[in-house]
């Protein structure tokens, strides 16, 4: 089966009484709608490490992730549209059985590997990736979270299939490459803001700067928002709970609780507090889970 993204995806107008009063106009860019297997910023970042990995003649991608992440399960679906075998090197110890983002991967052809937490910190040592190496063989190998140069290569032709002039572009951040590519694709004059999902996100700061340097530019025009992780990553409380339940209910959007509802969460919240100046034009990322 041929894998065709949707692209451009989608951008469409969030009617909300609660934007009507502060004169701010709110679009989703609905990235969660590019495939159903490799959604949003998991394509984005993915599109480019794939094309690499061809071209310089591999046949395994390695990457790694905690036992819910979806970008594991999004390199699982990647090597099986693409052709390549895959390993996902897990976070902790296996249990048994799978959880579903788990159980889809090895579905999806996916050997996994786990490492204790202590080795796993150390995961981009050369010591621990030569000793994936000598057990898997040769590989390609994608970080954690997709998060390199390419990946941001691929963020970075977000912007330009937004079909207007915007003042600000809005999305979650995780390992912050999102983030980073967003900000290196936009306009003069635009700002994007992160919003990080991780209790203590101010790390992120460090880490978009670092990755703009691998991929040769380093910008200014982004911030990152760290109020709104609701008690850290793939966490959740009632109140975001039934934001997520009120979301769905005005709007027929589901939103992804670990990621895109605290984003949407926190955007609303900054236009109650005046953030942002009357007449300003918003793109939230919806990046799917």
Same mark, same amino acid.
């Given at each position: 089966?041929?894998?065709?993204?949707?692209?451009?995806?989608?951008?469409?107008?969030?009617?909300?009484?609660?934007?009507?009063?502060?004169?701010?106009?709110?679009?989703?860019?609905?990235?969660?709608? /590019?495939?159903?297997?490799?959604? $949003?910023?998991?394509?984005?970042?993915?599109?480019?490490?794939?094309?690499?990995?061809?071209?310089?003649?591999? *046949?395994?991608?390695?990457?790694?992730?905690?036992?819910?992440?979806?970008?594991?399960?999004?390199?699982?679906?990647?090597?099986? *549209?693409?052709?390549?075998?895959?390993?996902?090197?897990?976070?902790?110890?296996?249990?048994?059985?799978?959880?579903?983002?788990?159980?889809?991967?090895?579905?999806?052809?996916?050997?996994?590997?786990?490492?204790?937490?202590?080795?796993?910190?150390?995961?981009?040592?050369?010591?621990?990736?030569?000793?994936?190496?000598?057990?898997?063989?040769?590989?390609?190998?994608?970080?954690?979270?997709?998060?390199?140069?390419?990946?941001?290569?691929?963020?970075?032709?977000?912007?330009?299939?937004?079909?207007?002039?915007?003042?600000?572009?809005?999305?979650?951040?995780?390992? @912050?490459?999102?983030?980073? @590519?967003?900000?290196?694709?936009?306009?003069? $004059?635009?700002?994007?803001?992160?919003?990080?999902?991780?209790?203590?996100?101010?790390?992120?700061?460090?880490?978009?700067?670092?990755?703009?340097?691998?991929? $040769?530019?380093?910008?200014?025009?982004?911030?990152?928002?760290?109020?709104?992780?609701? @008690?850290?990553?793939?966490?959740?409380?009632?109140?975001?709970?039934?934001?997520?339940?009120?979301?769905?209910?005005?709007?027929?959007?589901?939103?992804?609780?670990?990621?895109?509802?605290?984003?949407?969460? $926190?955007?609303?919240?900054?236009?109650?507090?005046?953030?942002?100046?009357? @007449?300003?034009? /918003?793109?939230?990322?919806?990046?799917?889970?």
């Amino acid at each position: 089966m041929v894998f065709e993204p949707r692209l451009p995806t989608p951008v469409t107008e969030l009617v909300d009484d609660r934007l009507a009063a502060s004169g701010v106009r709110l679009y989703l860019k609905r990235d969660d709608l /590019i495939h159903p297997d490799i959604p $949003g910023n998991k394509w984005r970042k993915l599109k480019y490490n794939l094309a690499a990995a061809s071209e310089q003649s591999h *046949h395994t991608l390695l990457t790694f992730g905690g036992a819910y992440s979806n970008h594991i399960r999004a390199t699982a679906a990647a090597g099986h *549209h693409f052709g390549f075998s895959t390993v996902g090197v897990i976070r902790g110890e296996e249990h048994l059985p799978l959880n579903p983002v788990l159980d889809y991967a090895v579905e999806r052809g996916m050997r996994l590997v786990y490492l204790d937490r202590a080795t796993y910190r150390a995961k981009t040592d050369p010591a621990v990736v030569e000793g994936l190496r000598r057990r898997f063989g040769e590989f390609y190998l994608v970080p954690e979270g997709g998060s390199n140069a390419l990946a941001l290569r691929g963020c970075s032709e977000l912007p330009a299939e937004i079909p207007f002039a915007f003042d600000y572009i809005c999305c979650a951040s995780g390992t @912050g490459g999102t983030l980073a @590519g967003i900000a290196l694709g936009l306009g003069e $004059g635009c700002q994007a803001i992160g919003f990080s999902a991780l209790k203590g996100g101010d790390f992120l700061v460090d880490e978009v700067r670092r990755l703009q340097w691998d991929h $040769g530019r380093v910008t200014d025009n982004w911030s990152i928002e760290t109020a709104f992780h609701f @008690g850290g990553y793939a966490r959740r409380t009632a109140e975001l709970d039934e934001f997520v339940r009120d979301f769905d209910e005005r709007h027929g959007l589901t939103l992804d609780w670990v990621y895109v509802a605290k984003m949407m969460y $926190g955007i609303l919240a900054l236009v109650r507090q005046g953030r942002f100046a009357r @007449g300003s034009m /918003i793109v939230a990322v919806v990046t799917g889970a």
